[in-house]
Each structure stands twice: as C-alpha cells, then as structure tokens.
C-alpha cells in the first residue's frame, strides 16, 4: 500500500470482505458489490427480495409449455414436481412437440423473500444401453435422476447475509451458501466491483472449475494481458501513475 498513490490507498482505510464462490476479497467499504452470470452447473439466477414472485413464476412456465400441444404425448408437460419446501417446485416439460428424447427443466427455489431459479434445456431422455448400436436407448422416465439432482441442490442452498463469511465448505453466491455436494462438471461465478470515487472504474472476477488448469487463466497472466493492452492503448505510462486508468484500460 505504499507504493500506490494517497487517493487510492485511502479507499483501502476502511475495508469489509466479500464471500464470493470459495474465496473471499477485501474491498473498500462505499465500493458497490454487482454479481453476473452463475451456473452451479447448471444456468442460475437469484432475486433478493423477490421471493414472492416464486409461486406466480411456476404457474407462468406451467402455463407456457401446456400453451403447445404435443404430437404423440397427452401433454407437453412432464410433471411438476415438490422441491424443498411447499413454495418451491421443479417444472419438466419436453422439449418439442414432435419428440419424446429431450426435455426442459425449471427449478424454482423460494428461501424466505428470495428466489432462486436453475434452467437446464435440451437433455436427452436416455440410459445407457450397450445392446443398442448408439450405446443407449429413449427412457421417457430419465428424467427422475435429473429432478433428484436438482431437489438436491435445493436442499444445501441456504440464505447468506452480504457480509457474512461461511466457514464450512461450500461456495457464496449472491445472497445465498450452496453447501458442499455434488462434484459439479462447471462451476462458475461472477462478481464485479464499482467505485463511487471513481465512476469510471470498475473491477471483476470470473471463477469456474476445471479438470485441466491452463497458465494463461491465472491472475499473473490476467495482469500481463492487461499491462500490454494498456500499451496498446498508450496507457502503459500511466498504469505506474494513475491507478484509474490503467484499471479502466483493463477492465
């Protein structure tokens, strides 16, 4: 903190830590806390304060995939099925009206006034099957293991406060912990940080997982992308001088 110049290194006086998947960081108190995209696998959404439109959701989408008629189903719709508590539930519905393969699933959590959704389209109706040439046969009934997975990640989401900083294993999302579980196939989580000093400026982290680490996704190479877009831009004088803008240049 010395050597960075006194506007910036007073922002750092006063400091509060933010949770954000397994890791925590320290920001300056007045900066604004904006989450992005999340999938926990699977495409996730989360409303503060808007759990009361939880249950008028469910009957939207119910509505919305018996609006088609299926070509050789009673209905377009699977099942509605019981999640974690009355005011949750997960929706399954096929994915064409000419097909019986694939299907759609809706999960719809409510946490007390919070609501959380996890959307997951076009997975195959099927079990392996080595008899079969292609390896696995249609199972119209495949989508039970899906819909436990689901009520499964529903059952170890729980409410967090902004400030507050789990200490059992699991990963922070906004306004929500999800306990450890499932080994997922991706992971990931987005935060970002603005600055009221410095409307201009703006910071943000991406994390996911993977089987296969790559040097050039490490925050080492992250900052040498950004010096040399920096000089690029005619900024790499000023990315020793004016903090701002060479944050803004990376960004």
Known sequence: MNDIPPKIAALFEKTRPVCFSRFMIDVPVSAKVIWGPLRLPYTTSV??????????????????????????????????????????????????????SFANYYSYIRLGQTGFTQNILEVGLTVDDKSDPWGFRV??????KIVDELRDIASRLRLRADDEIP?????????GFLSAGLEYDLELISIGFRFPEYPDVSFSVQTWSTDEPNDEDTLEAALARGRKQAGLMGLGESCTRRYARCARASA
């Open 167 to 175: 200490t059992d294993l699991g990963v922070c999302i906004e306004s």
């Open 139 to 144: 199972d119209k009934t495949a989508y039970v």
């Open 47 to 100: 409303y503060p304060n808007e759990g009361g439109y939880i249950g008028r959701e469910i009957r939207k989408k119910v509505d919305e995939i018996n609006s088609e008629k299926h070509n050789t189903e009673p209905s377009m719709l699977i099942g509605v099925f019981d999640s974690v508590n009355p005011d949750s539930k997960i929706v399954v519905g096929y994915e064409t009206s000419f097909s019986v």
